[in-house]
């Protein structure tokens, strides 16, 4: 027989029953004993009429015949009550398993219609879901909280097959690249030396162009896998070693301590990308553009980073998509080249394995504004910073970022 739930809830039911019934079987025949004696006790204490008395009726049973009578006749009714009562007893035992198997049965009937369209369900219909009907109960509860799940595990699908097509794409680019320079310059029998340097050029960018990608797919997957490994880091500092340099762009900096207590690879991967995007994505070529960073940490102690920069205005509505993989607000977002699409939804997974949150918005003036917390570093000054050099002391307070919008003039840090 196979050890269902629905055997269990049946077993479990009818021992209920029996042990219920058991328990007032014998409450019942404890009850009719002690009532039994009693009448027994009182028949017997009864007065009955002498030998001598006259009046007595003929045939009359003397005190001890009659005690004899009444303990018999309480003995068979004592018998017929007990197994009277234990045939309806085991009558009803197999009245509560048929009961117990129909109502387990009809308990479990939406679970096994929860199980039957789970089965259904699969990568190629993930967009079903169980959509249990009845009362909020437990069961209820569960097929909620299993299609909250499916919805959640949709999204991640779609993401992974956009995600992959991108990848597949912006991979095959570069490859025809380079097929199309190799092959015509092939089918030229009479190139130059100067031709044949070019072609080779325009190989070695392609080439160089893919490592590029492939480098940031393996950043991107190494930030989602989490932290290997934890160490004191000072924003400020990493900010100061990367601060761009660019014709055209003006950067200015307000760099305070910002210790963080994350990997320092991913940390400088969060900072190169935020700066090198708010340089490339800016104005166009002869306009004047600019660039503000700022390090330090809040009112709570809590690290953060802020860049914000000019550039062409971008709909409000599409800031948050910018932290999708492969994403590009177009054209009119380029500054000298288009780059991979992965830098933002790197910064992105950064921040989160390093358990804070990042936030983009756009200038109405044009341009972009990207904010990043981090959690709050404890302990700082008792753990070595990397390579040796003094941990980073925590400042006691810090001045709070400045106010969204054009910056005004600042010196700018001193580059190394």
């Known amino acids: 027989m196979p050890r269902s739930i629905r055997w269990r809830l049946t077993l ?29 006790r009182a028949l017997s204490g009864t007065r009955m009429p002498s030998p001598d008395d006259t009046s007595s009726v003929p045939g009359t049973l003397d005190p001890p015949s009659v005690a004899a009578v009444a303990e018999t006749v309480r003995a068979d009714q004592l018998r017929e009550l007990l197994v009277g009562s234990g045939i309806a007893f085991a009558v009803m035992i197999v009245l509560s398993v048929a009961l117990g198997w129909l109502m387990a049965g009809r308990v479990l009937a939406p679970l096994r219609t929860m199980t039957a369209s789970a089965r259904r369900i699969s990568a190629d219909n993930l967009h079903e879901r169980l959509a249990v009907a009845g009362p909020q109960d437990e069961l209820k509860a569960m097929a909620d909280t299993f299609d909250d799940v499916l919805a959640r595990l949709e999204g991640a699908f779609e993401a992974q097959q956009r995600f992959v097509a991108n990848a597949s794409h912006e991979l095959r680019t570069p490859l025809t690249l380079q097929q199309a320079v190799v092959e015509v310059t092939l089918a030229d029998p009479d190139a130059s030396v100067e031709a044949l340097r070019a072609a080779l050029g325009r190989v070695r960018a392609a080439g160089q162009e893919q490592e590029r990608l492939i480098d940031a797919l393996l950043a991107l997957a190494r930030s989602q896998r989490g932290l290997e490994r934890r160490e004191f880091v000072d924003l400020a500092e990493v900010v100061r070693e990367r601060l761009p340099e660019a014709d055209g762009v003006r950067v200015e900096a307000r760099l305070d301590p910002a210790p963080v207590l994350g990997d320092p690879q991913l940390v400088e991967r969060l900072v190169a990308n935020l700066t090198d995007n708010a340089v490339r994505h800016n104005l166009p070529d002869g306009a004047e553009g600019w660039v503000s960073v700022w390090t330090g940490v809040d009112a709570a102690g809590c690290p953060g980073l802020r860049i914000e920069n000019s550039g062409p205005v971008i709909p409000a509505d599409q800031a948050a998509g910018l932290f999708q993989p492969f994403r590009r607000l177009g054209p009119d977002r380029v500054r000298k080249r288009d780059g991979l699409g992965l830098g933002m939804s790197i910064v992105a997974a950064v921040v989160a394995a390093h358990g804070g949150q990042v936030r983009a918005r756009t200038r109405a003036a044009g341009g972009l504004v990207v904010e990043v917390g981090l959690p709050r570093c404890t302990r700082v000054t008792q753990v070595p910073a990397p390579g040796g050099t003094p941990p980073v002391p925590a400042p006691a307070k810090t001045p709070a970022p400045p106010e969204s919008g054009r910056p005004e003039a600042r010196n700018p840090a001193p580059l190394p």
Do not use: D, E, M
Not at 12 to 35: D, R, S
């Open 12 to 40: 479990i039911y009818c021992v209920l029953f029996v042990v219920a019934g058991g328990l007032l079987l014998v409450f019942t025949y404890f009850l009719a004993a002690n009532g039994a004696g009693s009448g027994g």
